[in-house]
Structure formats: C-alpha cells, structure tokens
C-alpha cells in the first residue's frame, strides 16, 4: 500500500496534474537526444547498451542526424530545441566539434553527455569554439569507488580533473551526475564536500534501474532503507544551501515530490523528449528498451511526422493501469512511472513508491 500524502502536497500535485495534461495534450518537443555512437572508452557495471570501444553499429554520420534537424525546423524554433548528445561516448567521435559546429549552424544549442575520460583542453576548446552550450559528466564516486564503477583504472582522476576544467572556465551550463550504488552510498558526504570544494553549483543523482548488466548485480541495488536515506541526504543538501542537488527524473516519489527536485514528477518521454538512436530508429528518452520505438531514419521516416502522429504509447499512459498500479490510488500523479522502466510486455520493473514504505 503507498503511503499516505500530506494535504499540502496533495494540493500541489493536483494544481501541477492540470498543467502537465495540459503539455501532454501539446507534445511540445523540447528535447531531442542524438545518440551519435554506441563506442565507449570506459566498461560501466550498469550500462544498459552493452557499449564497447569497436560497436557492431556504425556511428551516425553528422549528415544524417541534420536531416532530422531540418525536419524539426520545419515545424519547431530550432532555438528552442536543445540537442543533447550523448552515447555510448561522444568523445570518441574524432569529429564532435565538426558535428557540434553543424548543429549549431542550424540553429540549434546543443550539449552532451560524457565521462569526461578523453576530454583535454585542447578538445574542450574546440567544443566550445562549435557552439557547445552545456555539458554534463558522471561522477559515481571518490577514487577507487568510481573507477570500480566505471571499469577503469584511472577513470576518476579524468573525470575530476574534467569536472574541475569546465567549471573554471566558466562558459557553459554545467553538472554532474552520480549514479547512487551501494558503495557510493556510503560515502555521499564526502562526495559532496569534494564537489562543492571544485566549485561544483549543481549536482544530480539517481539510481540504477535492473536493467541490462545491472540487473543481476545486487550491488548496484539500494535497499529500502537505503534509498529513503537517498532522498532524505538530497532533501537536506538542498536545504543547507551550498549546492544544488536534485533527485533523476525518474519516479514519483510521495511525500518527496517538491522537496528533491526543482519540481514535481513527470515523465516526459514522447511528451517533450525525443531521441534519434545510432542504428537510426526514432525513441524517447534513450534509456527505454527498443520495443518502443516510433519509427526509423533510415526507413525512410520523417521525424516530425512521425513525432506528430506516433508516440501514443507515451502520452496516453492508460495502459500502464495493471497489476499493482491497477489499484494505486496515485496513478493519477505518477502514471505508472517513467517509460524505461517497463518491460518489453509494458509490466512494471520498479516502483518508486514501493521503496519509499517502512
């Protein structure tokens, strides 16, 4: 049974249910992911995509992602369209800066996602000089903790002496990201303090969903206690004031919502969020399984049509009313939570309400 919710938040979700209707009804796209490679330089213990150094798919050549941006200006402000290019590793496309210069000359601001294992000056300059406007790197722990994570020796001192790089220079929108394991959990303090001693502002962190090679590593998995404690260290940071640390925006998570991230839960994938994956096929957020793609570039789809008469999956989540979530009486909010953590026959993997109860 879930826990019970306070009048004040009840009333909050409520007021804030309208207005998500409202952009579900809109579908404004907002967002769109470019997995622009599924090579990796690193071998993480959760990946989901099985990403490796020699991929079996070959990187997606800049020519054909712009053709999906030219289908997005047709109908969007491409100002208003935020690339996010993620992987796989974007740095081990030799040519990113080249990609970043071309999106960016369509109009388009762009950013990425990356380990920040390969990221020297001198390529961070040229990032920057392409238009490169905001950055994420993965930070999942002190020393050996992310190394172990990560699957590499040496894999923290690139990603902090990266994380201290970017935030000196002063020129993008900049955090970092920490997936919580169980031995990370351990050491959030310190983690923290070490951030905040980098000069770090914003700090995001989220779970590891059981998916792919994490979902038989029990190491990988907080426990209840654990991840109430997860929620109640990012409730309080954010209180202390000294850094800005915010919950993944994955889950409905009760009592929680409003007090971990700068707002209340939705999932937006299909709604705000689209992606074009490396083998061409037209998703959502790129962390959902393949069994709800929309459509394929290299099918001769056009994205925008596709965006615009598919992706019914996404926006009306009524199916998502079975088993237990059948009978939960905060469907309403959470609608049957985030897309990536429903299996290929639409059943539920993990509920976050589940966790939160004593």
């Not at 800049?62 to 100002?79: A, N, R």
């Not at 596709?306 to 999956?313: L, M």
Request: with cysteine; net charge neutral.
């Amino acid at each position: 049974m879930a826990e019970r919710l306070s009048l004040r938040r009840l009333i909050a979700l409520e007021m804030v249910k309208k207005l998500q209707d409202g952009v579900i009804e809109e579908h404004p796209l907002r967002q769109l992911f470019w997995e622009c490679t599924l090579r990796c330089n690193l071998s993480c213990r959760h990946c989901g995509s099985d990403c490796k150094a020699i991929s079996s798919v070959k990187d997606m050549p800049i020519e054909d992602f712009l053709k999906v941006l030219d289908s997005v200006s047709k109908e969007c402000d491409p100002h208003k369209v935020m690339i996010n290019v993620t992987g796989g590793e974007p740095l081990m496309r030799p040519d990113l800066d080249k990609c970043g210069k071309a999106i960016y000359d369509k109009g388009f601001p762009w950013g990425m996602v990356t380990n920040g294992y390969a990221l020297t000056p001198e390529r961070n300059k040229r990032l920057l000089a392409s238009g490169l406007r905001a950055m994420t790197i993965s930070l999942d722990g002190i020393g050996d903790n992310h190394d172990w994570m990560r699957g590499r020796k040496g894999s923290f001192e690139r990603a902090a002496a990266a994380i201290k790089m970017v935030i000196d220079s002063g020129e993008i929108e900049f955090d970092v990201v920490t997936c919580v394991n169980k031995r990370s959990f351990q050491e959030l303090p310190r983690l923290k303090e070490f951030l905040i001693g980098l000069g770090l502002k914003s700090w995001r962190l989220f779970t590891v969903f059981p998916v792919g090679r994490a979902a038989d590593d029990p190491e990988l998995q907080l426990d209840k206690d654990q991840f109430r404690g997860l929620m109640e260290f990012i409730r309080d940071t954010r209180k202390e004031g000294r850094i800005m640390a915010s919950y993944g925006c994955e889950g409905f998570l009760g009592n929680f919502e409003g007090d971990v991230r700068d707002g209340f839960y939705m999932c937006n994938a299909g709604v705000t969020v689209g992606s074009v994956l490396a083998d061409g096929s037209f998703s959502a957020c790129p962390s959902i399984r393949a069994d709800y793609n929309q459509g394929n570039l290299y099918a001769g789809d056009d994205f925008m049509e596709i965006w615009n008469s598919r992706y019914a999956v996404f926006r009306d989540r009524s199916w998502m009313k079975k088993d237990k979530c059948a009978s939960c009486k905060y469907f309403r909010f959470c609608r049957g939570n985030g897309m990536h953590l429903r299996d290929g026959d639409g059943n539920l993997i993990l509920c976050h309400l589940d966790r939160l109860q004593a």
